[in-house]
Every structure is written in structure tokens, then in C-alpha cells.
């Protein structure tokens, strides 16, 4: 598992690169076709056998890269994951869906209510066996992961390559203010604003921010996201601590930090 | 120092002669702030900010820049400074020019010159404003309310004139050919006197004055007080972005899409991130707020001043804004203020 044993296995052969589709809405595999300007070019560095989004066959049995999308919702998913896992040398989670659960997390308070409601009786067997939707990491261990809702297509890119030639960049875990001081942007809590910044994991260069949103959090709690001290801030600025815990179910509803620091 | 007096007036004059061949960034509005940014004429600049969200750091030390290029094509380094553009800083309080001075003594007054600062720096004027602190200025604490060298024109604000320090032939030869400059009169040095009254009557006194600051973080440093702020961080790091001294960087290799071309990139890293003292193997030394609150902290308020004699903190209040869980130095005096009044029992 892990770049090491895959930069050997590239001395033989161009890497095998699948890239598999879970409960998504497919957008992260399709963003990164919006990277057309270089498609040819990466293209040129992998050798690319299996792509759910554009085939209707089977994954072959063997390769060295797994990209996987979506989160893991059924026991047949889970199943996917662990025999993703078993081939490949290098396992990657793309899109918040991936690393976070995202969007099909929010389904889970009431989860068999809801089934119910959306399928009746008449649950069809393609919908598989339906389980707590839960992240690829919360299934198997991943090697690297590429976060937000969407993904940024350039992010696939320089992550694939950590993943196929390695890297000397360190991942860092800080939250995301810090690029909006570096954006030199206005903080939204300056007008009592909510924004999710506070604990959510930088990365993305504060982009939504940048076009004059607040940050809605698809990239996650940071590991290192401080609740407590985020909920004192939102009283400190006027901003509502429920509004807050609320806004951070969308992206985080099966964190289990979240569920454990719950605010009374 | 060579000084002269110049009419308010002037000013658009003494901009646009810079303007003729230099890039000239100054102070301007953004949202209910100001920033230093590049400006396009004179009536762009607010002399009168406050202060401004980021300091001019970001434009001798960027936020990312390329250290050199590679080609595994070519097997091909090429050593890269990027083409210096030629700057005017302007409008400058004299909390960010000790700033600068700081980052002089770290980057390029050692052992080891950092070229590419030393590029920007050298291809730098810096023009000064007086100014008056607001609630959250405490440079006169640090001695960072007067900047004795570290710029090259320094305006002093004296009603409808200007008092100009002038310390670099090159600037003092632009203005004097823009500007009609005049000698002082009296009415001049008492107006001089009376600014720097006005001034040092204006800062907050809340902000406690505490003497022998670096010897009381030593004497302090395993106070619960470092737990308690320590707990309060959101570990974003906007200090350190904001911050006109932080200087600490990480350096990693970015490849284009092709994977056979790339840069070595510098980018602000800073040790309030949780990561920054992770080293291989996995070992944190700083793996908490405490530790990593405290250190920054120290660095500021003492590890510098011991080695360089100032602190490194030049008290322009920009963290206590930034920081959303009122972390700052100033909470570090009031801590030690408290410390003083419990002993008075």
C-alpha cells in the first residue's frame, strides 16, 4: 500500500488507473474532465483502464491506482471499497462525498423512515442493502484524498501525481482563515456572518469566499478544527451557535467529532 | 537627519513621479478596510487608514513565489529570481517599517542572505506616513512607534504640511524635483512637536505597559494561562497572515500537468499551523494550541529579542482583529498584569 510500492511498480510498467463511482452525483468525476486543456497529457502518464462515468463494463481485475467517488451507502459499496482496497497499490478518495460522507450524510438521522418514504415497499434490487452512509475512509484505510464539493480538476491532478511520482509537500491540517487573511478578503464575522472557515480544512484557497460567499465547509472538519472555540467566536461576533451547528451538518453529519461535541 | 517641509498639496505630484518609474502600492479602501495595493493614480490612496488588513511583508516576502525551475525532459535546474519589479511602497506606518527591519535582520542580516528578499528589498523604496495609533495599536511598547532607519522618505504630518525625513539621494532626488520643498520655520517644529504629542497621547491605555516582558515569558512559561489560550485556537493561522514579521515558510515542488516540468515554490507556512513542527517518523513536538500559542508567542516576545535585541512583535494590533478568539499579544500583557496584581496581595 502507498506510493512507495507503486514508484517501484512504475519502473515496470505505466501505472493502471481505475476510477470507480459510489453515491455521488457523478460532478467530481466529470470535473475532472474539465481539466480537457491537460487531459491528453495525463493521460499520457497513466494508463487508464476503467472509468465508470464512460464505460458499461466490468472493472478488469488488476490495477495499481483507485480513485474512488461517492460515499459508501450500501453493503455492496462497502464491499467495492474492500475489494478496491485488496488490488490496488494506491487508494484515492475524490470529492466531499468520498471524504466526508458530504450531501448523502445528511439522510442519515431517520435513515430507515426515510428508505420507507422514498421507496415504499417497492425498494428495487439495484438500490442494493442500504446501510449508514459513511466516507471511504470510515471502510478502508485511503491514501490520499482530494476534498470539496466539487473537486477542483488541477487538485485531481497534482494529487494523482503525488500519487504516481510522490511528493514533498506537506499536507497541512490548519482551517481556513488564514487564506482569507492571504486573499486579504473581509472576514464575514466582522458582520456577523456566518461562515464555516473557522473549522473547516484549508486547501482550497478560500475560493468561495473570494467570490463573496461564505464557506459552507466541503472540505471538511479540519482534524485540528477547534468547536468549542468556533461556537465562542460566533457568540463573540453575534452569530447564532445552532445556525452554526446546523451549517455543519450539510458537509459533516457522520463526523463523529461533530456528533461527540455536540452543543447543548 | 536631512528634512524639509513640504505643502500637502504636493503629494499628488511626489506619487506621480514615482509613478513614472516605479510600481507604486498605497494604502486603499477594500470593503469597510483598507490594504496596500497597487495603485493606478494618487487620488486611489487613503493616507488616512487605520491600519490595513495585511502589511506590505507580501511584497518582499509573497505569499508564494519560485525558488527554481526543473525539467526532467532537459534534466534541466534552472536557479529563478523572478524579474523584480521596481517598487514604491507608500503611506507606510512606522509599526510596519520596524517590520521591515525585522525581517531584514532574520532574512538578510545573517550569515545566509536571502536572495530573493534581498532582490525585492533592494528594488524597494519605502515611503513613510505618521499616523495615529487606534484602540488596538501598541507599538510605542515595543519601541516600533518611530521608525529611526528602514525607509527612504518619511512624512510627518503637520497639519497642511508635510515634515519629510529624507534618507535615500535617490527618492529625495525624485521629490525634490516634483515638490517645492521649503525649510522649516518654527511654526513648523512646534506643529512637528505638537503631532508627536497627539500621537503619544492617543494609545489605548488599557493595553497595559509591563516592563521586562521577554524575562516574565521565561519565568511564566509553564503557567496554566498557556492552556487556557492555547484552547482558544481555531489553529487557522490568520495571525501569521496578517502578521508583518512572521517570516517562516515551507518549501515543496509543484509539476505541471505533464509531470515533466515543475517549480520549487516558497510558500508562508507558519507555527500556529498544526503540522509545522510534525517531523518524520510522525512525532509532533508542538501537538497542541498550548504548545504551539506559547511558541509563537515566545518568538515574538522573546526568542527574538534575546538573539537580536527587539522584540518581534512591533505591536500593529493587525492579530487582535484577525484572530476571532482574541488571541493576541496583548491578552499575553493582561496576563501579566494579573500576575503583577496578584502578587500586590
Known sequence: ?264 | MLYRVMDKRELPALVRAFMESYEVVAPVKRGSGYIFDVIGSPEEIELDYTQTASSPKKYLMPPTETLMKFDANMNLVEDFIEQVTPRVIFGVHTCDINALNRLDVALIGGKYVDPYYQARRDATIVVGISCVPNENCFCHLWGADEAQFGYDLFLHDIGDKYLVSMSNVEATNILEAACELSEATDEDRIAFRQATRVRQSAFNKDIPDVQDVAMLMDVFHSDPFWEELGKKCLSCSACASVCPTCFCFDIRDVLTPDGKTGERQRTWDACTNPGFAMVTGGHNFRPTGRERVRHRMYHKLNGFFVNHDRMLCVGCGRCVTACKTGINPIEVLRFFKRKGADHAK
Open chain 1, 1 to 264: 500500500m502507498g506510493a512507495f510500492s507503486l514508484i517501484t511498480d512504475t519502473e515496470r510498467r505505466v501505472p493502471r488507473v481505475v476510477v470507480v463511482g459510489l453515491a455521488s452525483c457523478f460532478g467530481c468525476q466529470l470535473q475532472i474532465t474539465n481539466a480537457e486543456q491537460y487531459l491528453m497529457q495525463i493521460l499520457g502518464q497513466i494508463d487508464l483502464q476503467y472509468w465508470q462515468l464512460v464505460t458499461s463494463e466490468d472493472m478488469p481485475d488488476q490495477y495499481d491506482v483507485a480513485i474512488i467517488e461517492g460515499a459508501v451507502t450500501t453493503r455492496e459499496s462497502e464491499e467495492t471499497c474492500k475489494a478496491v482496497r485488496a488490488k490496488a497499490a494506491h487508494v484515492m478518495a475524490i470529492g466531499a462525498c468520498a471524504t466526508t460522507a458530504g450531501v448523502t450524510g445528511m439522510a442519515m438521522p431517520g435513515l430507515d423512515g426515510r428508505i420507507a418514504e422514498v421507496y415504499g415497499d417497492g425498494l428495487p434490487d439495484a438500490s442494493g442493502e442500504f446501510i449508514a452512509p459513511r466516507p471511504v475512509s470510515a471502510v478502508i484505510p485511503v491514501d490520499s484524498e482530494v476534498r470539496c464539493c466539487p473537486i477542483d480538476p488541477l487538485d485531481f491532478v497534482a494529487m494523482l501525481q503525488r500519487a504516481l511520482f510522490g511528493s514533498n509537500r506537506s499536507l497541512d491540517t490548519r482551517t481556513l482563515c488564514s487564506d482569507c487573511k492571504r486573499n486579504e478578503t473581509e472576514c464575514f464575522y466582522n458582520s456577523g456572518t456566518l461562515c464555516l472557515g473557522l473549522v473547516t480544512r484549508a486547501g482550497c484557497g478560500a475560493r468561495c469566499v473570494n467570490l463573496g460567499r461564505p464557506c459552507n465547509g466541503c472540505a471538511g472538519l479540519s482534524p485540528d478544527a477547534n468547536l468549542d472555540a468556533a461556537r465562542a467566536a460566533c457568540d463573540t461576533y453575534g452569530v447564532s451557535r445552532a445556525d452554526f451547528d446546523k451549517a455543519l451538518e450539510m458537509f459533516n453529519q457522520v463526523n463523529p467529532v461533530l456528533a461527540e461535541s455536540g452543543d447543548e
